[in-house]
């Protein structure tokens, strides 16, 4: 997206009569598809392949309904996308995007996995649900949530054929997941409105700033 900002791809299509609007809904459709694609091969490993012949499956996901999965993950590639929009919007160097993201993904990784380190933070009583809610407002630390409390439905010694909980649509309000997915698909659209503004008003070098 910043490529074709800085090398004025954009400009050119505007020229000879792309709408922005068509922009914008093409490109969004493009990446989404893209995502969705590596989306679908993941739930299907985790669902269908079979990795031993007693039909043992990745314990973090055996015990949570397939609905749930598609939604969680689903929430999770739109606002990705978003972001990744509006993030374009602001930037105006690929250099700067390049170094920018690769600092994103490291450092939200980092604090992931110091989280896990810590005590699982997001499903421990000393942290409030203020602080839970305001880390999962982002989208990366938002998803490691997610994950944080599929694996609390993982059956004892990770074996999914062992009898336990399950977690279904009629339980999933005894857990964290509908203000994860309320959060993922609200900030997909806040992002993307955000997105659109910043495209109108902010100086792109040509045209007039509305």
């Known amino acids: 997206l910043v490529q074709e900002k800085v090398y004025r791809i954009r400009i050119m299509m505007r020229m000879m009569g792309l709408s922005g609007l068509a922009f914008w809904t093409i490109t969004y459709a493009f990446w989404a598809v893209i995502f969705?694609?590596?989306?679908?091969?993941?739930?299907?490993?985790?669902?269908?392949?079979?990795?031993?012949?007693?039909?043992?499956?990745?314990?973090?996901?055996?015990?949570?309904?397939?609905?749930?999965?598609?939604?969680?993950?689903?929430?999770?590639?739109?606002?990705?996308t978003s972001?990744?929009?509006?993030?374009?919007?602001?930037?105006?160097?690929?250099?700067?995007?390049?170094?920018?993201s690769v600092l994103w993904i490291i450092v939200l990784v980092v604090l992931a996995f110091v989280f896990d380190s810590v005590g699982?933070?997001?499903?421990?009583?000393?942290?409030?649900?203020?602080?839970?809610?305001?880390?999962?407002?982002?989208?990366?630390?938002?998803f490691y949530r997610g994950l944080t409390v599929f694996r609390q439905y993982t059956s004892q010694f990770d074996s999914p054929n062992l009898d336990g909980s399950r977690l279904t649509w009629a339980s999933i309000d005894n857990s964290a997941v509908p203000e994860i997915l309320a959060v993922q698909y609200l900030e997909a659209v806040l992002f993307m409105a955000l997105a659109l503004y910043f495209d109108l008003v902010l100086d792109a070098d040509f045209g007039v700033p509305r």
Do not use: E
Not at 49 to 54: D, E, F, I, N, P
Not at 85 to 91: A, G, M, N, V
Not at 120 to 140: A, C, E, Q
């Open 36 to 80: 969705s694609g590596f989306t679908a091969v993941f739930l299907l490993i985790v669902n269908v392949a079979r990795t031993h012949t007693s039909g043992y499956r990745i314990g973090m996901f055996a015990n949570v309904d397939g609905g749930i999965q598609l939604f969680f993950f689903l929430g999770y590639m739109l606002c990705t």
């Open 83 to 100: 972001f990744a929009f509006l993030w374009s919007t602001l930037i105006r160097s690929i250099r700067v995007a390049q170094v920018l």
């Open 120 to 142: 699982d933070i997001f499903n421990s009583d000393g942290v409030s649900s203020g602080m839970k809610t305001l880390l999962t407002l982002l989208p990366p630390l938002g």
